[in-house]
């Protein structure tokens, strides 16, 4: 077969393509080794994906360079790009074959086909921006057209989503509405799981001209710095010239090693230092290792790891429900810091252990 055959094999189909586990069912019977790796790029995926027990291992591409630390060549691992029999499944949206068939210098390419449901597209035929308006619009117009019977209505697509960026002038993230890629689109689709009409709230020739092919990979828009620091660690100190399947630009890079160097994490010349080292052995980012180092110096490590929990979590820990906004905002004010957001967050995780224990004090006391 041309899996057995071949050192390395492309896969690609629709971004809702639902083969990845009979794919890996498939490797599992037929290779013999003690563990199969397969890398997901978030760490919720992973979690999900992996059980207690199996011969899948299943984890993320940050874990897989931390082993990259302590066993350079994979030696504790069948997997070896010095071995013949190294076998290496790349699974990916239609869009992005040509990328990894050139970046992959031997192997095959197979395409999945997607489900058999058919989904109509409908366009707008001039643009306009009251999505709302014309969502509730387009909602009562299928009402009102279509014929006896239940209609079911999952979501309405204004081919926008919150876009993260790191910007390495300003040396920050910038989140902003963006439209999504084509991919995503496709994607968004199919969601419902059945054949339908999917009504897109822009027009054809947006999604011919503004969105792109598929959706940038999160190395092009991210910050380095974590990543030049574990990649200096295995020894790789030429990080610009890495051949990376997606290259980022030469400024992200300039930007990560410039602020690896005022943490005191690489020489003037880029060595990595010792408290690099030390600072690579922890899966935080590197300006929370920084921070945690200081907080222990100075007797304030609870307050530091408090506030590096609430900023890891995608939601902000005060919230603004849309409804009741005015009074959510009049309620934080008794948590405010004006000279940080950080202490503003950890004054309200504060209130809420202390809103918990008294909880717990009551209860207690009524039993």
Do not use: C, W
């Given at each position: 077969m041309a899996f057995q055959e071949s050192f390395s094999t492309r896969l690609s189909g629709e971004i809702d393509s639902d083969h990845i586990d009979q794919i890996l069912n498939f490797v599992l019977f037929d290779q013999h080794e003690p563990a199969i790796a397969c890398t997901q790029s978030l760490r919720n995926n992973a979690i999900s994906a992996a059980g207690d027990t199996s011969r899948?291992?299943?984890?993320?591409?940050?874990?897989?360079?931390?082993?990259?630390?302590?066993?350079?060549?994979?030696?504790?691992?069948?997997?070896?790009?010095?071995?013949?029999?190294?076998?290496?499944?790349?699974?990916?949206?239609?869009?992005?074959?040509?990328?990894f068939l050139g970046y992959f210098e031997r192997g095959v390419h197979f395409a999945i086909p997607s489900d058999s449901f058919q989904v109509d597209i409908r366009w707008l035929l001039d643009p306009d921006p009251n999505f709302l308006e014309l969502a509730v619009h387009t909602a009562k117009h299928i009402h009102e057209t279509t014929g006896d019977g239940d209609i079911l209505i999952f979501l309405t697509d204004s081919g926008l989503a919150i876009d993260t960026r790191f910007n390495p002038r300003a040396g920050?993230?910038?989140?902003?509405?963006?439209?999504i890629s084509q991919a995503e689109a496709r994607y968004r689709a199919r969601q419902a799981g059945r054949s339908g009409v999917c009504y897109r709230l822009y027009t054809k020739s947006d999604f011919d001209e503004v969105l792109l092919p598929t959706v940038l990979p999160p190395i092009l828009v991210s910050d380095l710095s974590e990543l030049v620091l574990q990649l200096k660690v295995i020894g790789i100190n030429d990080v610009a010239n890495f051949d990376f399947v997606d290259k980022p630009h030469p400024e992200v890079f300039l930007r990560?090693?410039?602020?690896?160097?005022?943490?005191?994490?690489?020489?003037?010349?880029?060595?990595?230092?010792?408290r690099g080292h030390k600072a690579a052995r922890l899966p935080v980012h590197p300006l929370w290792y920084n921070a945690l180092e200081r907080a222990h110096e100075l007797g304030c490590s609870d307050e530091i790891i408090t506030i590096a929990a609430t900023k890891s979590v995608r939601n902000y820990i005060?919230?603004?429900?849309?409804?009741?906004?005015?009074?959510?905002?009049?309620?934080?004010?008794q948590f405010s810091c004006p000279m940080s957001d950080h202490i503003t967050g950890l004054n309200a995780f504060h209130a809420y252990l202390d809103t918990e224990a008294s909880s717990d004090h009551s209860d207690a006391l009524q039993s």
């Open positions: 899948l291992v299943y984890m993320t591409d940050v874990r897989l360079l931390e082993l990259a630390k302590s066993d350079v060549l994979f030696q504790k691992h069948s997997a070896v790009t010095s071995r013949l029999d190294l076998k290496v499944i790349v699974m990916s949206d239609t869009a992005n074959v040509s990328k920050i993230e910038i989140q902003s509405m963006a439209p990560a090693l410039e602020d690896l160097h005022a943490m005191g994490y690489l020489t003037d010349v880029g060595v990595i230092t010792e005060l919230t603004r429900p849309s409804a009741t906004r005015q009074a959510a905002d009049l309620a934080h004010q």
